[in-house]
């Protein structure tokens, strides 16, 4: 079956890093479109960034142009989502999720002073 298993979430201040993984298996991963949401406290779940199963293809939400980068490894199996002078308003859920509709379980991204 599905398996997304997202990870590297954590605390960080204003204008640092971090890099999110999310490991999958159950489908032929190289194929797939793979795509990073987040959901902010009291709010709906929104798309981060979006890439096609070659890597060829990203799109980003016009919120984390220039300073988010999605990227995969169809070796591993994983797409990692790069993140780049973070701000507070980064700060949410992270979720990986193969369509339909088959989600991780969310990894938390806190950024903070």
């Known amino acids: 079956q599905v398996r997304l298993v997202e990870s590297g979430g954590g605390l960080v201040q204003p204008g640092g890093s971090l890099r999110l993984s999310c490991a999958a298996s159950?489908?032929?991963?190289?194929?797939?479109?793979m795509t990073w949401y987040r959901q902010a406290p009291g709010k709906g779940r929104d798309l981060v960034a979006v890439?096609?199963?070659?890597?060829?293809?990203?799109r980003y939400a016009d919120s984390v142009k220039g300073r988010f980068t999605i990227s995969r490894d169809n070796a591993k199996n994983t797409v990692y989502l790069q993140m780049n002078s973070l701000k507070p308003e980064d700060t949410a859920v992270y979720y990986c999720?193969?369509?339909?509709?088959?989600w991780g379980q969310g990894t938390q991204v806190t950024v903070s002073s």
């Open positions: 999720h193969l369509a339909p509709d088959y």
């Open positions: 159950g489908f032929t991963f190289s194929t797939a479109f």
């Open positions: 890439i096609s199963g070659g890597g060829d293809y990203t």
